[in-house]
């Protein structure tokens, strides 16, 4: 059982670079996430998705694009790479509403990206 | 916007003192979760809490939420050096979602 896989799991990008941070589950969940990572900023929810086909944004979703393609798979693009977006990223999910029962968000283990 | 403020930033024990960290909203919530992040790790789950004025405990750790369902907070006993970590609370405002807003994290380093 992989749980949440990510990749890649280091990446640099020039200014203006496009790439696309691929997540995927195989615990049958129904909600992912992504946040980002920084020093002294805890983590920031740039975009979920509650379930396949639907998609919200976060705190921070400026920049970013997501996709669900199934249900296993939800990846978060950056079409023009910044300095801001220097960051670690991490991809979450989790199976239904957190409100019963004693369990929460299953993270990958992230993607550290450096834009220059 | 809906956030959660958690203090302190940092914490320096030496091995076997007790740690405490506070987790603080401005409105209710509907449930309060904490993890645990080891240093170059990702976020581990450790606990929920759903219940105004909820206690619960794992070995040396107690989780509280507060009686107004605003705050929450983490209570180590006699820290070891496998506590050195970042403890983060997570907040839900309930919805039909059940995205978390985290808090900035409380830094744990403990010295032998």
């Known amino acids: 059982n992989a749980g949440v896989t990510q990749t890649p799991k280091f990446q640099v990008l020039k200014t203006g670079q496009s790439m696309t941070l691929q997540c995927a589950q195989d615990?049958?969940?129904?909600?992912m996430y992504w946040y980002r990572q920084d020093p002294g900023m805890g983590l920031r929810l740039i975009y979920y998705s509650a379930s396949e086909g639907t998609t919200d944004k976060g705190e921070v979703p400026n920049g970013y694009n997501v996709s669900r393609l199934n249900k296993r798979e939800f990846s978060l693009r950056l079409e023009s790479a910044a300095p801001s977006q220097t960051s670690v990223y991490f991809c979450a999910s989790i199976f239904d509403r957190v409100r019963i029962g004693n369990y929460g968000y299953t993270f990958g283990s992230g993607t550290r990206l450096t834009v220059v | 916007g809906q956030q959660v403020m958690q203090i302190p930033q940092y914490q320096h024990v030496q091995e076997g003192e007790d740690f405490t960290t506070y987790c603080n909203s401005s409105?209710?919530?509907?449930?309060i979760q904490w993890y645990k992040q080891r240093p170059g790790g990702h976020p581990v789950f450790l606990i929920q809490?759903?219940?105004?004025?909820e206690v619960k405990k794992q070995k040396r750790l107690t989780f509280q939420f507060g009686e107004a369902k605003k705050n929450s907070s983490l209570h180590i006993t006699a820290t070891q050096t496998t506590d050195v970590g970042t403890y983060f609370c997570a907040g839900a405002w309930g919805g039909a979602t059940n995205k978390l807003i985290f808090g900035t994290g409380t830094l744990l380093a403990v010295q032998p």
């Open positions: 409105t209710t919530l509907s449930n």
């Open positions: 615990m049958n969940h129904n909600s």
């Open positions: 809490l759903v219940k105004s004025g």
